[in-house]
């Protein structure tokens, strides 16, 4: 069954560094989706892109977040200047269609910012 | 804005046991999805169940059921002959036509031998 990979599980990194965060969402579908959950909370939207684009964008985030689809088969969110309280789990999604499909996770990245 | 509201913390069953874990959600939207996801200690969010809001009919997969109440906008999920495994963070989430989903803050779901 296909399914979202993420890249790296578990991230460490200083405050004030970048990070990037890979995944690799389910072949034939066209909208991607990142979303994070602070240790015990719940989980939170940040994006949704399509066609290259942005969708979505919630207040979390900022001129410090960007994503990308640099190639057929990646989406990545790069975080510029690392702070503490972005310390939290990520997850990638995807879905074949928008409006009527289900979102499919991959299994998160664990950021840790020092 | 819409809102998922998950009022009980946690909850326990006895293996072998039903239990029902219950959500609501506030939105002034008609066409909308709602969805379980479950997620145990390794922390990835798997999809259990969803139910469209046009349907009348209440979605099941295998022991798992839902109680869809449109009008009420409550949205329980019931397991049937709980299993071991079925221990993990069930959270309720809604998405409308915008496509983000919202998620309620999660029942912690420990099931007893």
């Known amino acids: 069954e296909p399914e979202v990979t993420q890249t790296p599980s578990h991230q460490v990194t200083q405050m004030g560094q970048e990070v990037i965060l890979r995944c690799v969402p389910i072949s034939n579908h066209l909208y991607f989706y990142w979303y994070r959950q602070i240790l015990g909370q719940k989980v939170e939207f940040l994006v949704s892109f399509y066609n290259n684009e942005i969708s979505e964008k919630s207040e979390i985030f900022d001129d410090q977040f960007s994503v990308e689809r640099p190639d057929g088969s990646n989406f990545t969110l790069k975080i510029r200047s690392t702070k503490l309280e972005d310390s939290a789990m990520y997850f990638c999604?995807?879905?074949?269609?928008?409006?009527?499909?289900?979102?499919?996770f991959g299994p998160g990245t664990r950021l840790t910012v020092l | 804005a819409q809102t998922v509201t998950q009022s009980q913390p946690e909850m326990s069953v006895q293996e072998a046991e039903t239990v029902t874990l219950s959500c609501t959600y506030d939105?002034?939207?008609?066409?909308?999805?709602l969805f379980w996801y479950k997620q145990p200690p390794s922390r990835q969010m798997i999809l259990v169940i969803r139910?469209?809001?046009?349907?009348?009919q209440n979605a099941t997969e295998n022991r798992f059921s839902v109680n869809f109440q449109k009008a009420a906008k409550s949205f329980s999920l019931k397991i049937s002959d709980s299993q071991l495994g079925d221990a993990a963070m069930y959270f309720c989430?809604?998405?409308?036509?915008?496509?983000?989903?919202?998620f309620g803050k999660g029942i912690t779901l420990s099931v007893r031998p």
């Open positions: 999604a995807s879905s074949e269609i928008a409006r009527t499909d289900t979102q499919y």
């Open positions: 939105t002034s939207e008609s066409d909308y999805y």
């Open positions: 989430a809604y998405r409308s036509a915008n496509s983000k989903l919202t």
């Open positions: 139910q469209e809001a046009y349907k009348q």
